[in-house]
């Protein structure tokens, strides 16, 4: 583990002054906890686990070493993603950083056509950023070499391996120099990580912000108990109090298409992404999102690790996720940054299994909130983890009735 204190300033990291003027240009002025203890590590070479919470500025603490790296080797970069979208999220940040330094950047990626992809590979760009599948796609159609790969940044490595890509990976690392430097980041610490360090890392650095699972303080919680039928008339009661933009969350492509289906026929300006949408629709749904053109963006566990939207005032859980992982992946696409965010989760009598979940994850309790329009529920009498007794009552800033559980 790591001992630097966090530092207030990007001067005195070890960073390139030409990278510096570009930082400078771009208004980044203070790094973030991640980035401050990450980047003076990454820039020694050495190989690095960084573990923060979603929206701590993970992917300058490695763009930043690469670039600086790459311009004194001959060497290639190459980074694996879960999603497009994060591909996409990355390559924007990457841009804006290397604009000046003349190093081609190739995606690779997905339900984007394959051809362009294999003509762009010809090129030899120094720096890809790959899904696991469409790399597999490309070196075994022989469009790509990664022998001259000398270094390898695994984002978000947890939620790959929970898509099922570790064979990927595995074949990914074995085939690129064995001189390597590889960087991991994620927002969760899963014995799966441990592994992927153990077998292909050397002795990595490890820099950990918050414990796996930590939430944002900055993130106001509330946990809704309702019967089914009461979920959309509790949505559009939020919608109203809520005037900034919403990103909401299902368990199903079908139900994001049908919820927003309904939201657009109420006059909001909503949009659905999911896995049957085309890559050309989901951009255009992102930067529909991005621009303020669409209000609410309604999505799958698809989008929980691929959005980086500023001002995204409120996430709701319209059904609570299966992997407790994912609500904390969810909830961190508001309060970026540092800024204020809302997180409101429905929940049904049968679902207390998954809030309990939840719940271990976090290490707290969710406030229990009610609205006067709208009947509440309550989860069964506990029987291990929580005592039927209540703790004191919060009000929420909107007059809320909050209720916090207490633990045995």
């Given amino acids: 583990m790591t001992t630097q204190t966090a530092s207030t300033s990007f001067y005195g990291l070890g960073i390139a002054p030409a990278i510096l003027e570009t930082l400078a240009r771009l208004k980044f002025t203070t790094p973030t906890p991640i980035q401050s203890k990450a980047i003076p590590v990454a820039i020694e070479g050495k190989d690095v686990i960084g573990v923060a919470q979603t ?40 841009s804006q950083v290397g604009h000046s330094f003349h190093i ?4 690779i990626i997905g339900g984007a056509p394959i051809n362009p992809q294999a003509s762009a590979l010809r090129k030899n760009p120094r720096i890809i950023i790959a899904t696991p599948g469409r790399l597999i796609d490309h ?9 001259r790969v000398c270094l390898v940044v695994l984002d978000e490595a947890d939620r790959m391996l929970d898509m099922g890509f570790a064979p990927q990976i595995a074949r990914v690392l074995a085939g690129v120099s064995k001189n390597r430097q590889t960087m991991l980041f994620s927002a969760t610490l899963p014995p799966e990580i441990m592994n992927i360090a153990n077998s292909y890392m050397k002795m990595p650095i490890s820099v950990e912000i918050a414990p796996s699972g930590t939430v944002a303080d900055n993130i106001d919680q509330e946990l809704f108990i309702v019967n089914k039928n009461s979920k959309f008339p509790l949505l559009e009661k939020m919608l109203k109090e809520y005037h900034g933009s919403i990103l909401l969350f299902t368990r199903t492509k079908h139900n994001a298409c049908n919820i927003s289906k309904k939201l657009i026929a109420r006059g909001q300006r909503s949009i659905d992404i999911h896995s049957n949408r085309s890559l050309k629709q989901r951009r255009e749904a992102m930067d529909g999102f991005r621009s303020g053109k669409y209000r609410i963006l309604v999505a799958t566990d698809i989008a929980s690790r691929g959005i980086d939207v500023k001002g995204i005032e409120a996430v709701i859980n319209y059904d609570v996720p299966d ?23 429905f929940a049904t009598r049968d679902q ?13 309790l969710l406030p229990v909130a009610s609205h006067p329009e709208i009947p509440s529920e309550e989860f069964p009498k506990p029987t291990s983890v929580f005592s039927s007794k209540r703790r004191g009552r919060s009000f929420s800033s909107r007059g809320r009735h909050k209720t916090i559980r207490k633990r045995y």
């Fill in 55 to 94: 929206g701590t500025g993970k992917t300058l603490a490695f763009c930043i070493p690469m670039y600086q790296r790459l311009a004194q080797t001959s060497g290639n970069g190459l980074i694996l993603v879960p999603t497009r979208e994060l591909a996409l999220q990355v390559e924007e940040v990457f």
């Fill in 323 to 345: 992997d407790p992982e994912d609500y904390v992946h969810r909830i961190g696409r508001t309060a970026r940054i540092g800024n204020a965010g809302h997180a409101i989760t």
């Fill in 139 to 147: 070196i075994q159609r022989k469009n790509i070499s990664l022998s």
């Fill in 104 to 107: 081609r950047t190739t995606v």
């Fill in 352 to 364: 207390k299994k998954n809030v309990l979940g939840i719940e271990r994850l976090i290490n707290a």
